[in-house]
């Protein structure tokens, strides 16, 4: 399938492999858990629960199956290639209609391919998934430098705006000259970055989290009750949830050491995110219950996938790079979005952007829906319905396909 | 100097650490078994604890520090437990042979525990075997506080500094001292600053090295000389990029605590990520085998080995929760009334930021004593024990003199 768009000798495929000795180790650390007492809270205002984290190691131990990655993973035509003195993994899924749009989508974190590996299918075949031939893309998934089967930089300066301009070279590079840009957390401040930057070739981009608002809110309205509650939950991020994010951005060295050795501080971490996929997760664990994709055995794919590819270090120091791009760029205005824009509200993402904040901050929006489900990891969480956004997004994209 | 002599009836009941050899094997195997990040990016500590600091102390740790240490230097001590408020406090209590002695309460902060203290034992309760005089002496009484090393763990909420700091009154009322004297850094100058806005009674000054009102609100102090401005920048870069580890444990203990229950490097790193002079003294102890003062490898490995055999992690950093958590009973509270006693205050030149005098009497209407000492930085007690001793001493001398 890779044939069709491969350069010479610069893409090379790729298959994953784990040995059954790092999987016996995994397996022994979190039988030896050397566990907290409980929280003295009945929710997550201390962090994660100790009865959701112990009931995910002995799912984790006893029931699933870690050759599940594997499979996953080499089901689907994956690929490296060298971009800026880093290999980049990625998976590359052709449509079988040729004039399929292609789209680089970006993962986010705590997130990795895993989380969107369930909306290929829907994406790229859409006629077997309530689409028409018109809703088809090709799809390109890439793994972000320190994550997953991509390298981990070895030099200071991969903020998202660096990994933007390597997703310009991969597209370019896999033959695509007229491509869209997606992307949702960390995935969203990339394309953000694409979407600043402009390449040749990037004509759209949707996202499903308004990242500036995170950081800033100053200039955004807040008159109506809709952006007075995001106003507020952005408030209560600031406040209670961003101690991860902090950590991260100032000292991703010191939280790897845990993120290495402990597989459970390891994945109380990755559920330490935002408060509606935090009870989600643990709902899925304490009581069998989970919403759309994110089963138990979803989590733990990207737990585990962490874990086996040792990158908690390395993608926390992702974040420290996104604190040192925003101090090297204070005071500095980035070029306009010229290019059109879409935005899906997921309501149960950390805020529920309103219409008027993505107005603000992107005037070139000529797509703007809020869901009715899903949340932060929302092509994780609602692969379907994601779908059926980045179908509506696009439409008006496609019109112009022979320029 | 037994409790006998002042413990009431059946409340104050003598202690002893015992680890287990099975503990220090475990802790040994885990050690031996790390699985280590790859390198920072960085020549500094910009990125976190490096690499080679963490490495060479896993390696100190397996092969040439002595885990029976932390066992040995306590049980060389008097220690005790009594309940205070539905929590089983451990404390040292060392009377001083000078029976006229100040009675001091000291509070150690995080991270650490009474180790950063025990080195200060000898020179405030004996000052004659200490280049002082009898009248220097005090009792001194070094309790741990709840959550942390051999304290029992709050099991409700509402373990803030407030109770922290009532729980303290009751231990002195319950040793018999009827007038006494209070001390602390870090999370204890938190302790002995609220114990001096509560006006306990039999408290009657409190001295810390911490300015806990310049935390709380920077922008309420004078801002205009050289020193001021200095001391403001460097509490804006500790906001800015050196509290991570803070708002981490005031809003997420629990989950920072796996790894510090389960990984006794991640324990050793998240430990000695504190603030930036510590953290290159202990790094320099380390990599270089150069210690500043007291703080030699084998004592920071006493303070991270006696969190890890207690399982202290997460319960000391709940105590942040409690303190400063945006979520705890507390939050929001309108905060307790001016200190009125006699307030004295030591400037160390490494800590977090320089406090100026100014600071000092804007913050306290009745400051006592105010020095800044040549050297010595957040760990003054532990790096410094002599000099602290010292500031000590000069800060309660007109109380000892007082003494009836």
Avoid: C
């Avoid at chain 1, 939280?255 to 990755?270: E, F, K, R």
Wanted: net charge negative; charged share 20%; no cysteine.
């Amino acid at each position: 399938m890779s044939t069709t768009v491969e350069t010479a000798t610069e893409i090379r495929p790729f298959h994953v492999e784990f040995s059954d000795k790092q999987i016996d180790d995994l397996r022994r650390r979190i039988e030896s858990t050397r566990w907290p007492g409980k929280e003295l809270v009945d929710d997550r205002s201390q962090g994660v629960q100790l009865a959701a984290l112990k009931a995910l190691a002995e799912y984790w131990t006893s029931e699933y199956d870690v050759g599940r990655i594997e499979e996953r993973l080499n089901a689907l035509p994956q690929f490296t290639t060298e971009l800026d003195g880093v290999e980049i993994h990625f998976i590359h899924v052709r449509s079988q209609h040729e004039d399929a749009l292609p789209l680089i989508m970006t993962h986010g974190w705590p997130g990795s391919v895993i989380e969107l590996i369930d909306s290929i299918k829907p994406l790229t075949d859409p006629t077997a998934h309530g689409g028409n031939a018109e809703d088809a893309f090709h799809l390109v998934l890439p793994s972000l430098p320190g994550y997953g089967f991509s390298g981990e930089p070895s030099e200071v300066g991969w903020s998202t705006g660096r990994v933007a301009q390597a997703w310009a070279e991969l597209m370019r590079r896999l033959g695509y000259e007229r491509y869209v840009a997606q992307g949702g957390d960390q995935g969203a401040a990339v394309t953000d970055d694409l979407a600043h930057q402009g390449p040749d070739g990037l004509v759209g981009v949707h996202m499903n989290l308004l990242r500036a608002a995170l950081g800033n809110t100053s200039n955004l309205p807040s008159e109506s009750d809709d952006e007075r509650a995001a106003l507020e939950a952005v408030g209560t991020f600031r406040t209670s949830g961003f101690g991860y994010f902090l950590e991260q951005s100032t000292r991703p060295q010191t939280i790897g050491y845990a993120l290495l050795d402990s597989p459970v501080a390891l994945a109380g971490w990755m559920l330490d995110h935002d408060t509606d996929s935090y009870y989600k997760i643990a709902r899925a664990f304490v009581d069998g219950r989970w919403t759309g994709g994110l089963t138990r055995d979803h989590v733990l794919d990207n737990i585990t996938l962490y874990w086996l590819t040792a990158s908690g270090a390395s993608a926390a120091r992702s974040y420290w790079e996104g604190g040192r791009a925003a101090a090297l760029a204070a005071g500095k205005t980035p070029p306009a979005v010229s290019i059109p824009v879409g935005f899906t509200t997921f309501p149960g993402e950390i805020f529920r952007a309103p219409r008027s904040w993505v107005e603000t901050l992107y005037p070139t929006l000529v797509y703007f829906n809020e869901a009715e489900r899903g949340g932060h990891f929302a092509a994780w969480e609602e692969p379907e319905l994601f779908a059926r956004e980045l179908r509506a997004a696009f439409a008006s994209l496609r019109n112009g396909r022979s320029s | 100097m037994s409790s006998a002599q002042v413990a009431a009836p059946t409340e104050v009941r003598p202690f002893t650490v015992e680890i287990r050899q099975a503990e220090l094997d475990d802790l040994r195997r885990r050690i031996a078994a790390t699985r280590w990040p790859e390198r920072e990016l960085v020549g500094d500590r910009s990125q976190g604890v490096q690499l080679a600091v963490t490495q060479e102390l896993t390696r100190y740790w397996l092969d040439d520090y002595d885990l029976g240490r932390v066992e040995a230097r306590l049980n060389a001590l008097p220690q005790f437990v009594t309940e205070i408020d539905g929590v089983d406090v451990h404390f040292i209590h060392v009377r001083s042979k000078h029976e006229d002695a100040l009675p001091l309460i000291m509070t150690h902060g995080w991270p650490g525990s009474v180790i950063e203290q025990i080195d200060t034992v000898g020179p405030l309760t004996d000052p004659t075997a200490h280049g002082g005089s009898a009248e220097d002496a005090f009792h001194l009484v070094l309790p741990s506080l709840p959550g942390y090393g051999f304290s029992g763990r709050p099991t409700e909420l509402g373990w803030n500094l407030g109770r922290v700091a009532r729980a303290w009154a009751e231990l002195m009322k319950r040793l018999g001292y009827t007038r006494y004297v209070a001390q602390g850094g870090d999370v204890g100058a938190g302790v002995t600053d609220t114990m001096g806005r509560l006006r306990l009674e039999g408290l009657i000054s409190i001295h810390t090295n911490l300015l806990v009102p310049a935390l709380n609100d920077p922008a309420a102090l004078p801002a205009e000389t050289d020193q001021e401005q200095a001391a403001l920048a460097a509490i804006k870069t500790f906001q800015t990029t050196g509290n991570g580890y803070f708002v981490e444990q005031s809003t997420r203990p629990e989950t920072i605590g796996y790894a510090l229950l389960d990984s006794p490097v991640a324990l050793a790193a998240w430990m000695v990520d504190h603030d930036t002079d510590a953290y290159y003294k202990i790094a320099a102890a380390f990599t270089e085998d150069k210690p500043s003062g007291n703080l030699t490898r084998d004592h920071i490995l006493d303070n991270i080995t006696l969190y890890w055999l207690t399982g202290t992690g997460a319960s000391a950093a709940r105590s942040y929760w409690e303190a400063y958590g945006a979520d705890a009973p507390g939050a929001g509270q309108a905060p307790p009334p001016d200190v009125q006693l006699p307030v004295g205050f030591t400037t160390f030149p490494g800590e977090i930021w320089r406090t100026p005098r100014s600071w000092v009497e804007a913050s306290y209407s009745n400051v006592s004593y105010f020095n800044e000492v040549e050297k010595g930085g957040h760990f003054a007690a532990w790096e410094e024990p002599d000099i602290f001793t010292n500031e000590l001493r000069a800060a309660f001398r007109s109380l000892l003199k007082e003494a009836p």
